[in-house]
């Protein structure tokens, strides 16, 4: 029989004990040992919500369909890991290094059909957070800056984001730094604190939340317009505010082309202060995103390396 998604019934019955026997802690440990730690970190973060879609299936209508969807994944992960290691080679190592934005991605667009079911949305909270540090509502008083140019350039500020951690960790790999892995595992390890943040806190920003309040439109030119009209047909998940994903990962990006390829640092410096100040311009975020954004940046940087070594020398026994 088939559930109201459309997903056979006995598949569940046939992988549920099946990934309940893999949740047991000597499993786990044995399997980590075969896995990279920003490809452990995936695991772990799939298992997560897996176990989430299950504990509020009574809330979420498609929670079949996740829970196959993050199973699919898991299983995706370790035919990745093992052609890795079967083919080698130049591809092989190409595929296994970018793997981890494969993951992002798909596990992104997921949270469009989780998060909305969980609890409602605090933006009300955020914008009294930021009314309360600034005696205004940012994104209503940089009404005043609108100018069309200015809008065309923190658009393709903003639009920046979707590039910049590709672009270091390209170079990385190109260059064969010995640091490649250790970034990704920090730029991993902060996209998934990111998505726990919009589980938790579920905010859809000012552009949604009060758009009736706004009283000068975002006019720019056509790339003002292609901007946004892509990412918004492209984006699934729009409960993605808080923190600030952009301003945390183009931190992180900045912290790591300092450590790691300093000519970078300085070519991505003004590319990610405009992108900053973008996310409240354009309204997409509130001030209070931006902070705890910086705050999880500066989180991740100071524990990713560590905890990278640590997971290595776990692996590596």
Known sequence: ???????????YFILWPEF???????????????????????LFFLMGLILLAFFFRGRIPEWHSLILRYLFWIGLLFVIKGSAELKGGKLGGLVYTFSPL??????????G???PFLHPDIDPTLMRIDQVLFGVEPTLWMQRLITPW?????SLAYLSYYFLPFALVLILYARTRRDLHLSIF???LGYYVSFIGY???????????ITSLFTVPLKGSFITDFVRDGLNAIEHNRRDCMPSGHTQIALTVLYLAYRYERVLFFIFLPIVCGLVFSTVYLRY???????VGGAIAAGTAMAGPPLYRWWSSKRSQ
């Open 150 to 154: 200015l809008t065309d350039l923190l």
């Open 102 to 111: 494969l993951f992002i991605i798909l596990i992104y667009e997921s949270l």
């Open 199 to 209: 589980i938790l806190f579920p905010a859809v920003g000012p552009r949604y939340a």
């Open 113 to 115: 059909d989780l998060i």
């Open 285 to 291: 975020h509130y001030v209070i995103d931006l902070m």
């Open 1 to 11: 029989m088939l559930s109201a998604s459309g997903i056979s019934r006995e598949t």
């Open 20 to 42: 309940l026997q893999f949740c047991r802690w000597e499993t786990k440990m044995k399997t980590m040992r075969h896995l990279s730690p920003f490809q452990s970190l995936t």
């Open 186 to 188: 920090v730029l991993t």
